[in-house]
């Protein structure tokens, strides 16, 4: 008898040691806050640093708007990037990140203003339609 009570002590022991494994794994997955990434995103120097970029985009890609609209900004820097740095400042602002939205209609402003017509209001229409939906998010959500 005595031995199964020592064999039971030594399972739950590596049971609870197995849980509190999993549980700091899923911490180290988890989204930090806002707070967080913006300080990891003020870290970041032009000439770029690529881990702390994956770390951003690993953010972004787990939906935390705030990752997806400094990653936004990062990006506007480059011309290569400016398509994907828009559908960041998109994805963020339907999120409901109000700075998010203020890009993007930088952007749309940028866009119609390079285009030089008078009746490509496209971008604005769609920049327009993601700061209402923000809005709505923010209002609901609040």
């Not at 402003?109 to 030089?116: D, G, I, L, Q, V």
Request: contains cysteine; negative net charge.
């Amino acid at each position: 008898m005595e031995l199964f009570n020592k064999s039971g002590v030594l399972v739950s022991a590596v049971l609870v040691t197995v849980g509190a494994l999993i549980a700091c794994q899923a911490q180290e997955d988890a989204i930090p806050s806002s707070t967080v990434i913006e300080a990891a995103a003020m870290q970041l120097s032009p000439g770029g640093q690529p881990a702390a970029e994956r770390r951003l985009q690993e953010w972004a890609d787990q939906g935390s708007p705030v990752a997806q609209r400094e990653l936004a900004l990062r990006y506007l820097a480059n011309p290569d990037k400016r398509r994907e740095a828009m559908q960041l400042f998109e994805r963020a602002a339907s999120a409901g990140d109000a700075q998010a939205a203020v890009g993007l209609v930088g952007m749309s402003h940028e866009a119609s203003n390079a285009t030089n017509r008078v009746g490509s209001a496209g971008p604005a229409l769609n920049a327009g339609r993601v700061i209402k939906e923000a809005a709505t998010a923010n209002y609901v959500a609040h």
